[in-house]
């Protein structure tokens, strides 16, 4: 397993990015083999209850679609041209088996896709299992709170029968605590990257928290502290550019090439939603007290903003306003995948409180696959100048 990173930074983040390209898994590999018998959780995005896997004595790996490493040969015949590239991916990684070292796959309630695309796969794959968490929609009162702790705990029982360990609540609170940890750390460099862009870049920072999608989070705890410690001895250039927020790739993913046009073309991103799941929380879990119900709350009551989640206490659209102004960005860019229908339908919400508080945008639609960035490079830096010089 890739334990250890580069003590040089530009290699770590090269290294991270080689990760992300593999599809044959090789770090989930190479833990199997460390651990023999031990099983391996794939979950589809966006939230997940990673730390339920974890306490189980389980991996769990995050999946974000095949890119453009994979010709899709079995999906469009079971899919309609107007479904997402991740879920088709995704699928398509289930029929050519390059899933194989996953003992189970998670879903949950994200959009009509998704669901659809875990009883799909149910059916085009029937040795593995397949599980499907709901979430509430409402979030007022408790009966929300009680509904997700059963979800959680069906879902610990079959967990429990597969990989033949019991999940306790001390090893539900270790794990929530080296969960809180790791959004801690994300957090930090977050942080980091607002204040100090030259030094940390966009893509550099995306490929270091995706990676953690394939490691145990212990290990990424440990990446992620060795990336802290090196950053403030790291130089950078200030460039004339626009400060950014980026909204709309909450669950597929953007080329990470995309991200580096974006940013070459003159964009400084101070935020972002990206690989959204990894950082689903604006507060620690609590470690006291009853550990399911903690999590439940959490979800319900601290959870950040997302087109897969409804909270009518607190609108999407000024939490947006809100995340613009604490970046100090003079402009958010839509980056929304293509017939991705929450992030569509939510564009309307947020254009319209954009126009009235007179912030610049600029929508654009990607596919996972994707390989040229012309016409994107030219939208970008359009925009771009016509904020810069104007």
């Known amino acids: 397993m890739m334990e250890v990173l580069s003590p040089n930074i530009e290699r770590t983040f090269d290294q991270c990015a080689e990760l992300l390209r593999d599809l044959t898994f090789p770090t989930v590999a190479a833990w199997k083999q460390e651990h023999p018998g031990a099983k391996v959780i794939g979950y589809f995005p966006v939230y997940a209850p990673s730390e339920i896997i974890h306490a189980c004595g389980m991996l769990p790996v995050a999946l974000h679609g095949a890119g453009?490493?994979?010709?899709?040969?079995?999906?469009?015949a079971r899919f309609g041209s107007f479904i997402?590239?991740?879920v088709k991916s995704t699928l398509e990684l289930a029929m050519t088996d390059r899933l194989a070292q996953m003992d189970g796959l998670l879903f949950s309630t994200i959009c009509d896709s998704a669901r659809n695309?875990?009883?799909?796969?149910?059916?085009?794959?029937?040795?593995?299992?397949?599980?499907f968490l709901h979430l509430p929609h409402n979030p007022n009162g408790t009966a929300s709170h009680h509904f997700l702790v059963s979800e959680y705990r069906r879902l610990i029982g079959h967990l429990e029968e597969l990989s033949g360990n019991k999940v306790t609540d001390e090893a539900l609170r270790n794990s929530i605590a080296i969960y809180n940890e790791n959004r801690r750390l994300l957090s930090r460099?977050?942080?980091?990257?607002?204040?100090?862009?030259?030094?940390?870049r966009t893509w550099e920072l995306?490929?270091?928290?995706?990676?953690?999608?394939?490691?145990?989070?212990?290990?990424?705890?440990?990446?992620?502290?060795?990336v802290l410690e090196e950053l403030p001895g790291r130089s950078g250039k200030k460039r004339d550019a626009i400060r950014v927020v980026v909204e709309g790739s909450f669950c597929e993913q953007p080329?990470?090439?995309?991200?580096?046009?974006?940013?070459e073309a003159g964009c400084t991103i101070a935020d972002d939603d990206f690989i959204l799941g990894r950082r689903w929380f604006?507060?620690?879990?609590?470690?006291?007290?009853?550990?399911?119900?903690?999590?439940?709350?959490?979800?319900?009551?601290r959870s950040v903003y997302s087109s897969v989640r409804h909270d009518f206490r607190n609108p999407r659209h000024k939490q947006l306003l809100e995340k613009v102004k604490?970046?100090?960005?003079?402009?958010?860019?839509?980056?929304?995948?293509?017939?991705?229908?929450?992030?569509?339908?939510?564009?309307?919400?947020?254009?319209?409180?954009?126009?009235?508080?007179?912030?610049?945008?600029?929508?654009?639609?990607?596919?996972?696959k994707a390989y040229t960035f012309d016409r994107f490079r030219m939208e970008v830096e359009t925009f771009v100048e016509s904020l810069l010089f104007e």
Not at 255 to 263: A, F, H, N
Not at 282 to 301: C, K, R, T
């Open 68 to 76: 453009d490493g994979l010709e899709l040969q079995h999906a469009d």
């Open 84 to 86: 997402c590239s991740i």
């Open 117 to 131: 695309l875990a009883w799909v796969i149910k059916r085009n794959q029937p040795g593995i299992y397949v599980d």
């Open 189 to 200: 460099l977050y942080d980091f990257r607002m204040e100090h862009p030259e030094r940390l």
């Open 206 to 226: 995306y490929v270091l928290m995706r990676a953690g999608n394939f490691v145990p989070v212990e290990t990424h705890n440990e990446w992620l502290r060795g």
């Open 255 to 263: 080329p990470l090439d995309l991200i580096k046009v974006m940013e």
């Open 282 to 301: 604006n507060a620690d879990i609590p470690v006291e007290g009853d550990p399911l119900m903690n999590m439940a709350e959490s979800y319900q009551d």
């Open 326 to 368: 604490h970046a100090k960005a003079q402009a958010v860019v839509f980056l929304t995948a293509k017939f991705c229908e929450p992030a569509c339908f939510d564009y309307v919400l947020f254009k319209k409180e954009l126009e009235a508080a007179k912030i610049p945008h600029l929508p654009l639609e990607f596919e996972e």
